[in-house]
């Protein structure tokens, strides 16, 4: 069961569904023509895929599939979802049609969606497979809203347990010995101050890769978060939180780096002449004014990690180095929660208290004063010399 929409003229749109074939062969079309936005097409094409699974639209009933489901409710939201978010949803809903598709949607039962959620498990990463199993219990909700299906098979299905991910930061002199090479190295000082910069300030590389010059204060000595680039929709948006658009503090040095980053862009951009593409006025762009690559960066910055001679992590890990960093040095988490952008300094604790084993030491060795005090009062009497009695 598939649709398509296409202009008819202003504000005037048709929408042609193919129904199947007929008994003789035929091929079945039903089609509507609606009056005003695109959105308001897509909402009823939406609509007529419900109906059409239902078999009311003139076609003999035929039974739901769970691939026809997922498809309808794919198409129900592809204006509403961000291009990340509905990228990955396609993703996990290839993943669960070559296991499930073919099965009626109606006589889905929980047996069979433990023996394919086993399957994903065995195929994906845990917390790859946790987002496929929510994003196949999105859609089953949503076919039950709309009476395509009269049960959840998802209901008292456990989600994988998802294992901690082990964050291993650089230690203060794994961060030392990086940057000592970062400087002395012959490397683009784009690739250069964006490692500083993600060290430096514990930004996402995709707040990074979406960074203004107008987002930069070089006299405040701060950067503005205002946006994120997509890597799998390949565009800039809000970020997902109001917690996520923050003002972060920068150190002098780095700030440095970044100036050096601006006299080497206006360089490559006079190179370039008319073949470069910055429209947007990037801080980090490719030597013709691009958007850098996520592929290029994560290469560079194992090229630059064999080159200092320390452990290759994921650039996402400078992040927790960051926050490891600030936390050993007993900032408060409420500074490190706001530096990072979370939503609360839980999220910030349940991540890296992990990071703190001798946290409990100071409160310990706090408690312990207080009670040597105490048992050396009892012992004293209040006087401090054993044995008297305090008056």
Known sequence: MRGHIRRRGKDSWQIV????????GRKLYRSQ?????????ERVLAELLVKA????LGRAPRGLTVA???????????RAWRPGTLSLRRTAASAWKKLIGHVEAEKLGPADVEIALAEIGERYAPGTARIFFAALRQALKWGRKRKLIYQDPTEGVP???????ERLPWS???VRRFLEYLEACGERKAYKALFRLLLATGMRLGEAQALRWQDVDFRAGTVHVRRTYSHAGRCFHEPKTKHSRRKVAVDPETMLWLREVKKEQAEERLKAGGEWADREGLVFTSRKGGVLKQETVWHVFRRLCRGAGVRTIRVHDL???HASLLLRQNVHPKVVQERLGHSSVKVT??????????AQEPAVRAVERVLDRRIDRRLTGGTGKPGEKGN
């Open 17 to 24: 569904m193919y129904l199947g074939k007929s008994e003789d």
């Open 33 to 41: 023509t609606v009056h005003g936005s695109r959105q308001d097409a």
């Open 53 to 56: 699974h239902r078999g009311e």
């Open 68 to 78: 026809g489901l997922l498809d309808a409710w794919l198409e129900a939201h592809r």
């Open 159 to 165: 989600a994988p347990r998802e294992e901690g991910k």
């Open 172 to 174: 203060e002199e794994e």
């Open 319 to 321: 992040r927790h180095t």
């Open 349 to 358: 604790l349940d991540l890296y208290s992990h990071l703190l084993p001798d």
